[in-house]
């Protein structure tokens, strides 16, 4: 009987073993995770342009953000953080991905992927999510006319496709891309003393 | 500046027609200027549409399971890090780190042992198809449960007299695992980068990323995959034909010894994995099979001398319960007799 006793010594312990403690940080990061985790995925799927592929990338970042903990100083710039870590995640995947090559068609799939890895490193991929920008997206909706600002709350806060905004709006899809390209237009000319967008000419002109 | 136009809008949101995405991608590349325009564009649209939004409880779960496997395995590795916070942390739960140490050396202890015990006696035949290079073998012997991380991540939770075989790094077009046993696998997605596990009931389960479990032991009547969400595809090869079966969430597919898959479904698939979370499950169970489950759950051989008690139904759920608690309970409800001597329980 005495293996039979160790036996259930052994269950005791393995019961024992994943009572994990958990404290202020570990909190935080749930909290995070909640609020911030959707986010993340977000991002990750705006330039992968696949979702499971941007759920693993939101996944590992908060992983990488646990496993970091005790070197983290959690306060508001802590989702700059995160997204730091969700762009270097996705340059890895976009540039292993160049890698593979198991696309049907490589050539149009590289190049969509280099302009991805381009718009990722460049600055203003983290740099539009800070608070004051935040701030200035709401401005420059006042900005925009009814129509075009209906189509662009109706993408953002319901997350609904163009083709469902379009049935709602009474119009048609395309309709819905130029309200849309109407509100980029905006919100360019809004933030114009925040992006670098003539240093392209400029650069052209140098060399 | 230029024009922002629709198509832009629809090159950004991975919607345009592969001519519409060579003319830009074309233009890009000839135009640097036009190309960084786009770039900050494309940053604009994606932050401007970025939104905060509470994470479901199933994302929530996924991402807690994940830090608690890496838990122990920090445990495991870790022992030198002198941080003020951590100390304080240390005096906080000195007790329960030390619990939970302990038990994570006495389960490495075990792991590794019955590792070593079985190579040498049956030393492990590597998969054939497996990519060359190093192959990790991960044996949990009868009355232990394990849980191992793949290198992809993925995370598989072994119940008792199961094997794991994986290479050290996923490589090539698919991911492939050799499997026996029961396991419980939380296959991470990768599109592009199917897993295959390899039962040796010969059959192939395939998936790109899912949840699901997998009971394929040698001796047993039936061969069950059950889907907990996700799909995938049960591959058997007949005579050189292979047969595939689908399977949606909350189905099994169920593969006799004779190779016969059919499809089952059930409202609450829960009880087919309920092991994982140390719970032991009987619902109508012929005796017969009864036995073999708890001789795996609690590593100990029963012997059965009335033929006649084979098919005696058996329903009750387990927990903690001992070898000697669940036999008397049985010993109650169904008036059997038995005698326990010598780690092996005769039933009369």
């Given at each position: 009987l005495s293996r039979l006793f160790f036996v259930s010594q052994i269950h005791f312990f393995l019961h024992l073993s994943p009572a994990i403690p958990m404290d202020e940080t570990e909190a935080k990061i749930e909290e995070l995770f909640k609020s911030k985790y959707k986010l993340i995925r977000y991002f990750a799927y705006s330039y992968l342009g696949d979702m499971d592929l941007a759920e693993n990338v939101a996944q590992d970042t908060f992983v990488k953000l646990w496993q970091n903990r005790d070197n983290v100083y959690f306060d508001k710039g802590t989702v700059n953080y995160l997204l730091v870590i969700a762009r270097n995640l996705c340059l890895n995947q976009l540039r292993s991905d160049k890698q593979r090559?198991?696309?049907?068609?490589f050539a149009l799939r590289k190049a969509v992927n280099d302009f991805n890895i381009a718009a990722l490193e460049d600055s203003t991929s983290l740099s539009l999510y800070s608070d004051e920008i935040r701030k200035l997206y709401g401005e420059a909706?006042?900005?925009?006319t009814d129509k075009v600002r209906e189509t662009f709350i109706l993408s953002r806060e319901?997350?609904?496709?163009y083709n469902e905004i379009a049935a709602l709006s009474g119009v048609t899809p395309k309709a819905v891309e130029n309200r849309m390209s109407t509100a980029l237009k905006v919100l360019r000319e809004y933030l114009k003393d925040f992006l670098p967008i003539l240093l392209g000419y400029l650069a052209l002109w140098v060399f | 500046m230029m024009e922002i136009e629709e198509l832009y809008i629809r090159f950004f949101q991975n919607r345009c027609t592969p001519q519409e995405q060579k003319m830009l991608t074309d233009k890009m590349e000839s135009d640097p200027a036009f190309k960084h325009e786009m770039v900050v564009l494309k940053n604009l649209y994606v932050s401007s549409l970025a939104k905060d939004e509470e994470a479901s409880p199933e994302e929530l779960a996924k991402f807690k399971e994940r830090i608690g496997a890496l838990g122990s395995e920090r445990k495991l590795e870790s022992g030198q890090k002198p941080d003020s916070r951590r100390a304080g942390r240390r005096i906080d739960f000195g007790k329960a780190a030390l619990w939970s140490m302990a038990a994570a050396i006495l389960l490495f202890l075990i792991l590794n042992l019955n590792f070593n015990w079985v190579a040498k006696k049956s030393p492990v035949v590597p998969i054939e198809s497996l990519a060359s290079g190093d192959v990790n073998s991960l044996y949990t012997s009868k009355g232990v449960k394990g849980r191992v991380v793949l290198p992809d991540s993925s995370i598989v939770t072994l119940n008792s007299d199961s094997r794991i075989t994986y290479p050290a790094r996923f490589a090539g077009s698919t991911r492939e695992v050799g499997f026996t046993g029961e396991a419980y696998f939380q296959v991470r997605k990768d599109s592009l980068m199917p897993m295959v596990i390899h039962c040796d009931r010969n059959f192939d389960i395939k998936v790109y990323g899912t949840t699901f479990n997998v009971k394929s032991y040698k001796d047993d009547r039936d061969a069950v995959t059950t889907l907990v969400e996700g799909n995938v595809k049960v591959v058997q090869n007949l005579d050189g034909k292979e047969i595939v079966t689908n399977i949606k969430p909350n189905e099994s597919c169920v593969i006799s010894k004779d190779g016969v898959a059919k499809v089952e479904s059930y409202k609450d698939p829960k009880e087919k994995y309920a092991w994982k979370d140390g719970k032991l499950i009987f619902d109508s169970t012929p005796l017969e099979d009864a036995i073999v489950i708890l001789e795996r759950w609690h590593g100990v051989d029963f012997e059965l001398?009335?033929?006649?008690?084979?098919?005696m139904p058996i329903t009750a759920t387990f927990t903690t319960e001992s070898v000697v608690q669940i036999m008397d309970l049985l010993h109650f409800s169904l008036g059997i007799d038995y005698t326990i001597s010598d780690n092996k329980v005769t039933i009369k």
């Open positions: 090559g198991n696309y049907e068609d909706l006042t900005k925009m319901k997350g609904l496709t | 001398l009335d033929p006649s008690k084979k098919n």
